[in-house]
């Protein structure tokens, strides 16, 4: 079955320390995206690519960096510079405006 | 910024009771598309419903229903009947011509039995 995998399910990173999430798609996607959720926030946008090698900067991207060298790929890190990463992290992806495909996200702590 | 607007933080109800859950929108747009997600406890977020700007017809799905109203930018979703698996966070969102999903704040629905 197509879908959207996310990993690790959850993490837990040390102060000054950069980690990286994984997202990974067989769906055939060309746009990706990364959001951030925190309780009564609702969901907010880091990064998007709509093709490889090319990627944008979402609403909150300050501390976060991506790459997207696969079309099936798009994975966030979250560097020391983000100063309160303590978040649930979503990755989607669609063909277009005609569905968006979530994965099961990323519970961010820091220690 | 194009805002998605959703004014109730958290509903509670007890089962069987009917209940809206509002969706206001912004766009500059004049082809968009909207969207209804619910997220239950397990946090991965589950489709509900699309629909473009061209398509006011509201729409009927079981228990759900969806009120859109491009006059006063609402995109309104009820669901009749309630259950206690109803209960989650819901969320409405709007897409636009650079794909881009921008989210409300979410409505927390507590079904009681």
């Known amino acids: 079955d197509g879908g959207i995998t996310q990993s690790p399910k959850y993490l837990f990173r040390k102060e000054g320390q950069n980690v990286t999430l994984s997202c990974e798609q067989n769906?055939?996607?060309?746009?990706m995206y990364w959001y951030r959720q925190d309780p009564g926030q609702g969901l907010r946008l880091i990064y998007y690519?709509?093709?490889?090698?090319?990627?944008q900067k979402g609403d909150i991207a300050e501390g976060y960096s991506v790459s997207r060298e696969k079309k099936e790929s798009f994975p966030l890190t979250v560097t020391s510079a983000q100063k309160n990463p303590t978040a649930f992290y979503l990755c989607?992806?669609?063909?277009?405006?005609?569905?968006?495909?979530f994965g099961s996200g990323t519970r961010l702590t820091v220690v | 910024a194009q805002k998605v607007t959703q004014a109730q933080t958290e509903i509670s109800v007890v089962e069987k009771e009917d209940v809206t859950l509002d969706c206001v929108y912004e766009?500059?747009?004049?082809?968009?598309?909207l969207f209804w997600y619910k997220q239950p406890p397990s946090g991965e977020l589950v489709f509900l419903i699309r629909?473009?700007?061209?398509?006011?017809q509201n729409e009927i799905s079981g228990r759900y229903s969806w009120n859109f109203q491009k006059s006063t930018s609402s995109f309104n979703f009820t669901i009749t009947a309630s259950q206690v698996v109803d209960s989650a966070v819901y969320f409405c969102?709007?897409?636009?011509?650079?794909?881009?999903?921008?989210f409300g704040k979410g409505t927390l629905l507590t079904v009681n039995p």
């Open positions: 769906l055939n996607h060309d746009a």
């Open positions: 969102a709007r897409g636009g011509s650079n794909y881009k999903l921008t």
């Open positions: 629909r473009n700007s061209f398509d006011e």
């Open positions: 766009t500059r747009d004049t082809t968009y598309y």
């Open positions: 989607a992806s669609t063909a277009g405006n005609y569905g968006y495909t």
């Open positions: 690519s709509q093709i490889v090698n090319d990627f």
